[in-house]
């Protein structure tokens, strides 16, 4: 096994000591291992966006350490940070945050581009993200053309396309009808299990929270409880995650 995020001691404190504080994380620790598929569960406010974005780089945490690949990413700044993100950290988010006035090939080769990786590469690229993930038909098109499942596909090959150590999804199904969403799930399960990707998945949705391997469940900033799927069915485990829930309510 090899670890490919070690968070100890995180915490994050939101406002400064003259304004009303935020306690939005109070102690997190855990490690992800290459290759698993974790979900992060809990109510509204329970610090999920928090402790996701301070995991994917976009924040940092006030005290405490996150370890990704072997860089202490608490401790990157400026170039190196972006460096950093750009090729380790691929993110899905709930609003796909696509570019409207380029088309899905010119989105998802941001990344790419940006790295200045030659634009002969960048098309082969391209072109294989897009016969995974089943988009090749709609490169062409533009956001405003295309559906909601679509995009988040076309968001879900720019997160890819420079293939992270980690994909990381903050309620990536929140936006779409429930058939694109199952959809999504179950080509970031195939991705997880075919192509070894490591996924971490912030949900609230029990079913969502299903297609994982391993639940984290965050509660007052801490985490509360974690369980395993182990061999239990898919339904077995929406089951136990929705009790789990009905608990953790009280
Ligand atoms: N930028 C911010 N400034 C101040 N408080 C924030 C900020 N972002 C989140 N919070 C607060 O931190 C807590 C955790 O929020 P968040 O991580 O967004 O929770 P979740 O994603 O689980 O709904 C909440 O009380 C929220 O109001
Ligand atoms: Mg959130």
Do not use: W
């Given at each position: 096994m090899e670890p490919i995020i070690e968070?100890?001691?995180v915490t994050k404190v939101?406002?400064?000591?003259?304004?009303?504080q935020t306690h939005a994380l109070r102690g997190i620790d855990f490690t992800i291992q290459r290759g698993e598929f974790v979900g992060i569960m809990g109510a509204s406010g329970s610090g999920k966006s928090t402790l996701l974005n301070i995991l994917s780089t976009l924040d940092k945490p006030s005290t405490g350490e996150v370890i990704i690949n072997h860089n202490d990413v608490t401790k990157l700044a400026g170039n190196a940070l972006a460096d950093f993100?750009?090729?380790e950290i691929g993110f899905i988010f709930q609003d796909f945050n696509l570019l409207e006035n380029l088309t899905a090939a010119e989105n998802i080769a941001i990344p790419l581009s940006l790295q200045g990786v030659k634009p002969r590469i960048i098309r082969q690229k391209i072109k294989e993200v897009a016969a995974r993930l089943s988009i090749t038909e709609i490169l062409n098109k533009y956001p405003a053309a295309i559906s909601g499942g679509q995009k988040q596909?076309?968001?879900?090959?720019?997160?890819?396309?420079?293939?992270p150590t980690i994909l990381f999804g903050d309620e990536p199904t929140g936006a779409l009808d429930s058939k694109s969403a199952r959809d999504l799930l179950d080509m970031m399960a195939d991705l997880n299990q075919n192509d070894q990707v490591s996924i971490m998945l912030v949900t609230h949705d029990p079913?969502?929270?299903s297609y994982c391997k391993r639940i984290l469940f965050i509660k007052d900033g801490v985490i509360h409880e974690e369980i395993q799927r182990g061999d239990q069915t898919q339904d077995d485990f929406h089951r136990r995650i929705l009790g789990i829930l009905g608990n953790l309510e009280q």
């Amino acid at each position: 096994m090899e670890p490919i995020i070690e968070v100890s001691q995180v915490t994050k404190v939101y406002g400064s000591e003259k304004d009303e504080q935020t306690h939005a994380l109070r102690g997190i620790d855990f490690t992800i291992q290459r290759g698993e598929f974790v979900g992060i569960m809990g109510a509204s406010g329970s610090g999920k966006s928090t402790l996701l974005n301070i995991l994917s780089t976009l924040d940092k945490p006030s005290t405490g350490e996150v370890i990704i690949n072997h860089n202490d990413v608490t401790k990157l700044a400026g170039n190196a940070l972006a460096d950093f993100r750009g090729k380790e950290i691929g993110f899905i988010f709930q609003d796909f945050n696509l570019l409207e006035n380029l088309t899905a090939a010119e989105n998802i080769a941001i990344p790419l581009s940006l790295q200045g990786v030659k634009p002969r590469i960048i098309r082969q690229k391209i072109k294989e993200v897009a016969a995974r993930l089943s988009i090749t038909e709609i490169l062409n098109k533009y956001p405003a053309a295309i559906s909601g499942g679509q995009k988040q596909r076309v968001a879900s090959a720019r997160a890819l396309i420079t293939q992270p150590t980690i994909l990381f999804g903050d309620e990536p199904t929140g936006a779409l009808d429930s058939k694109s969403a199952r959809d999504l799930l179950d080509m970031m399960a195939d991705l997880n299990q075919n192509d070894q990707v490591s996924i971490m998945l912030v949900t609230h949705d029990p079913l969502s929270a299903s297609y994982c391997k391993r639940i984290l469940f965050i509660k007052d900033g801490v985490i509360h409880e974690e369980i395993q799927r182990g061999d239990q069915t898919q339904d077995d485990f929406h089951r136990r995650i929705l009790g789990i829930l009905g608990n953790l309510e009280q």
